[in-house]
């Protein structure tokens, strides 16, 4: 794994304390002044979090646009480099504790994996956890299973590189599966629950894969 940089920290420190002071200053703003008696500091608290949230997403949204994560290997000291590192202290420190969570209904995951630039097709909702949105797609009526995981970066070593993960429409992805980077899965294809994909698989439409690693298990009718 390669060190994240001073100067990355910094980065990411100047857009996480803007998040949060838009955020507390909107709640004081909003809430501070309502006649809420007694529970006036504990609305204050939680409606900071909310608002430092909904900024952090806007500001990070921001932060993609004008530096968007590249495809491929990274190379060492890139300007390419730089955003993953900054994006992957995004998701640990702020974004990690909403995506690992069982609190959080499913259908509220949906918007917060839209927030994060997820393209997520219409009656899709994942249980689980995608770790990569931006590098996430995911056509119409697919569903990934509880505690499944899909994440869209490869760690190995000083190896770093970004490649997307591309699912199709009508998908079933089982309970605690994990698909990895650059895989490819079409439409109405079936991933059995507890099976990895490796890196760069292609299943192709109506198959079932299961397994670790997966394999095929059924051909398409």
């Not at 390669?2 to 980065?11: A, D, V």
């Not at 480099?81 to 640990?92: C, G, K, S």
């Not at 909403?98 to 995951?109: D, G, K, N, Q, S």
Request: charged letters at 15%; a positive charge.
């Amino acid at each position: 794994m390669r060190k994240i940089t001073f100067s990355q920290i910094l980065y990411f420190q100047v857009l996480l304390w803007s998040a949060i002071g838009c955020g507390i200053f909107t709640a004081w703003l909003l809430i501070g002044k309502l006649p809420l008696g007694d529970f006036r500091g504990v609305a204050l608290t939680l409606g900071s979090i909310v608002f430092i949230y909904l900024f952090a997403f806007l500001i990070y949204r921001i932060f993609l646009h004008y530096r968007p994560l590249k495809e491929g290997y990274l190379t060492e000291n890139s300007r390419e480099e730089f955003t993953a590192q900054v994006n992957i202290l995004f998701y640990l420190l702020l974004f990690n504790s909403l995506i690992r969570t069982h609190f959080l209904p499913v259908p509220l995951m949906r918007l917060i994996y839209l927030a994060l630039g997820a393209k997520l097709g219409d009656n899709t909702y994942s249980a689980g956890a995608i770790l990569d949105p931006p590098l996430t797609f995911v056509g119409a009526n697919t569903i990934i299973g509880h505690d499944a995981a899909l994440f869209s970066h490869a760690i190995e070593g000083s190896h770093f590189s970004l490649n997307a993960i591309r699912i199709g429409d009508n998908v079933t992805i089982g309970a605690t599966a994990v698909i990895m980077s650059d895989v490819i899965i079409g439409d109405g294809a079936i991933v059995s629950a507890g099976a990895v994909v490796s890196k760069g698989t292609r299943i192709a439409a109506g198959e079932v894969w299961g397994g670790m690693p997966a394999r095929l298990l059924k051909a398409a009718p």
